[in-house]
């Protein structure tokens, strides 16, 4: 490799060598729960028991700090795992944290639910509001979550200036970079502290694994967090690791086509009728448009959809998409459709994140963006025929 390998040779190479003792091209999956010691305390490349270390997770691990240049990544069993982990070794009872008002609701449900009970308060601000966040930062305030794209309605914030105002408070700034995935936003060069993933979604890529990933440079941090994750216990397995591995090397290439058939599916459901408003910031209507293109190197393959005939006109597009399969998630090959108020968010209905009863949530998929756009265009026209 060179000195300063683009993303994807870093993405294919990295962490992933030939076996030296085979030649194996493709590292081999080590399935095994503990390692020979030549002599008590006498270890080979330093692994012992499975949940400390195994080499096909530590493989991964090196890959996903590559992804962002990053000095260290760890590999967990989701990526709900993986911020419990992180807030895990940052908070103690008694601190609070500052969150989105559209933050992934199983990201909120963990705040709200178990850091609540233990004791950690949060405060729910605009993230596009620097005045309203600057507000909710105060001295017990250890951490700033930020999420951009949103789920679902994809609003854009400013990760430079945050992670600006996360400092002069003295927090520690994460940013989840689920949806935009390290090949199209880097939040670490844009001044944040952490990046979470859930790898579950476009680094997976392909809909058959769960996991998460911490990623960061601080070296204390990545102590703590890697404590938490060897004596909590929430580790990926061999094998998942493996498919995580095997997702990535791709990553860039799908990135692209997932954005380019999202960009034509924005622009078709623009202005249609029947459709009152496209949530993409690759539209030149969407209001986080420019920082979108300034932060991020392609506007990804989320979409929502608000339908005009309300609640009963999205559940019906969203049933009668066939290319599109019903389902929670994101980030696969496949194109998936979700209603977001009952089903992604159905826990977060009544609070400051409920998502209103006309979105449909799109994951644009990798499939022939024209089999997409009829399907999107029959839908709509058996949407509006029956009202
Ligand atoms: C899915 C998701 C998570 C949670 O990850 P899991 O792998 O499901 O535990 C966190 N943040 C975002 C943005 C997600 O989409």
Redesign the pocket.
């Known amino acids: 490799m060179s000195t300063h390998p683009g993303f994807s040779t870093r993405a294919v190479h990295a962490g992933q060598a030939p076996d030296r003792t085979t030649g194996a091209v493709i590292p081999p999956i080590h399935l095994t729960s503990t390692h020979l010691q030549d002599g008590i305390g006498n270890l080979r490349e330093g692994y012992e028991y499975g949940r400390a270390g195994n080499p096909t997770r530590a493989a991964l691990e090196q890959q996903l700090a590559a992804l962002e240049g990053a000095a260290h990544g760890i590999s967990f069993s ?6 419990d982990a992180l807030l895990r070794g940052i908070l103690k009872p008694g601190d609070h944290i500052v969150i989105g008002n559209d933050v ?1 609701g ?2 909120y449900r963990l705040i709200a639910k178990i850091f609540d009970a233990w004791g950690v308060t949060h405060s729910v601000v605009d993230l596009g509001n620097l005045r309203e966040v600057q507000g909710a930062l105060r001295a017990e305030t250890k951490v700033l979550w930020v ?1 951009t794209p949103s ?1 679902p309605l994809m609003k854009v914030t400013d990760i430079a200036e945050l992670a600006e105002v996360g400092h002069a408070a003295g927090v520690t700034v994460v940013v ?1 970079n ?2 935009a995935t390290p090949a199209l936003q880097q939040p670490l060069a844009l001044g944040a502290d952490v990046v ?6 476009y680094l997976g890529g392909h809909s058959d694994v ?3 990933a911490i990623v960061l440079n601080d070296d204390a941090l990545y102590e703590t967090v890697r404590f938490q994750h060897f004596a909590a216990g929430a580790v990926s397995s061999p094998f998942d690791a493996y498919l995580t591995s095997r997702g990535i090397k791709t990553l860039d290439v799908r990135m692209e086509r997932h954005s380019a058939n999202a960009q034509k599916i924005a622009e078709f459901l623009e202005g249609r009728a029947g459709v009152e408003r496209v949530y993409y910031p690759g539209l030149e209507s969407h209001p986080g448009h420019a920082l979108a293109a300034q932060q991020m190197s392609r506007f990804g393959g989320m979409l929502s959809v608000a339908l005009s005939g309300g609640e009963k006109a999205a559940r019906r597009f969203a049933e009668r998409l066939s290319v599109f399969t019903l389902a929670e ?3 696969g090959v496949e194109s998936l459709v979700n209603y977001p108020s009952a089903m992604t968010h159905a826990s977060v209905a009544g609070t400051d994140l409920a998502v209103p009863e006309n979105v449909v949530r799109l994951s644009v998929g990798i499939e022939d963006v024209d089999d997409l756009l009829a399907d999107v265009d029959g839908a709509l026209a058996r949407t509006s025929k029956k009202r």
């Open positions: 989701s990526g709900l795992a993986a911020e992934y199983g990201t999420e789920n989840d689920t949806f979470v993933h859930s790898t579950t979604k769960i996991g998460g998630s994101l980030g």
